[in-house]
T-cell receptor, first 115, second 110 residues
Framework: EAGVAQSPRYKIIEKRQSVAFWCNPI?????LYWYQQILGQGPKLLIQ????????DSQLPKDRFSAERLKGVDSTLKIQPAKLEDSAVYLC?????????????FGPGTRLLVL | RKEVEQDPGPFNVPEGATVAFNCTYS??????FFWYRQDCRKEPKLLMS???SGNEDGRFTAQLNRASQYISLLIRDSKLSDSATYLC???????????FGSGTKLNVKP
């Protein structure tokens, strides 16, 4: 079974530039998550989708971050403009059942470095 | 106060040792608890769920102490391959929402 796919795997940009990340969840998984993991910290949920609707985006910095999930499958996360503190790994995950994280699988992540 | 707190470590132990980590949580209404493992530069992967009655999987034992609001992970007979960061995950008031701890780093040395 194919896992969660993410691209790009690495991205280096300068502050104030824009960047976008893409995620393709496991087939059939209705729930999709974007997490931010800063070095030395645990993953922090940015946004959670159920199909193409947003369930939780309370920790998404909406002045610069945006996310969408087209047709309830693939998702993109955008940062515009980027700040130095956005340097982190951005993890996408998908799950079959949102109340059972044991069904949640993570993608390999996108490592972002903002200079 | 953070939802979930862990000792960052690192815990440096020799092969064959027994090591235990704790994780405290702030929300007394939390119902679901999990341990994840994260290898260096890799994504987190579910290690085990933590049930009220405890849970054992081979060399790994997870326990829940509701009175003191912490969960624990015990690793017996440590292997070099156990070296990783162990993340504690707890759900919040909304059963749909889960919080990750910052992780405890384990180094198992020959």
């Amino acid at each position: 079974e194919a896992g969660v796919a993410q691209s790009p795997r690495y991205k280096i940009i300068e502050k104030r530039q824009s960047v976008a990340f893409w995620c393709n969840p496991i087939s059939g998984h209705a729930t999709l998550y974007w997490y931010q993991q800063i070095l030395g910290q645990g993953p922090k949920l940015l946004i959670q989708f159920q199909n193409n609707g947003v369930v939780d985006d309370s920790q998404l910095p909406k002045d610069r971050f945006s996310a969408e999930r087209l047709k309830g499958v693939d998702s993109t996360l955008k940062i515009q403009p980027a700040k130095l503190e956005d340097s982190a790994v951005y993890l996408c995950a998908s799950s079959l059942d949102p109340v059972r994280p044991e069904t949640q699988y993570f993608g390999p992540g996108t490592r972002l470095l903002v200079l | 106060r953070k939802e979930v707190e862990q000792d960052p470590g690192p815990f440096n132990v020799p092969e064959g040792a027994t090591v235990a980590f704790n994780c405290t949580y702030s929300n007394s209404a939390s119902q679901s608890f999990f341990w994840y493992r994260q290898d260096c530069r890799k994504e987190p992967k579910l290690l085990m769920s933590v049930y009220s009655s405890g849970n054992e999987d081979g060399r790994f034992t997870a326990q829940l102490n509701r009175a003191s609001q912490y969960i624990s992970l015990l690793i017996r007979d440590s292997k070099l391959s156990d070296s990783a960061t162990y993340l504690c995950v707890v759900n919040g008031n909304n059963f749909n929402k889960f919080y990750f701890g910052s992780g405890t780093k384990l180094n198992v040395k020959p």
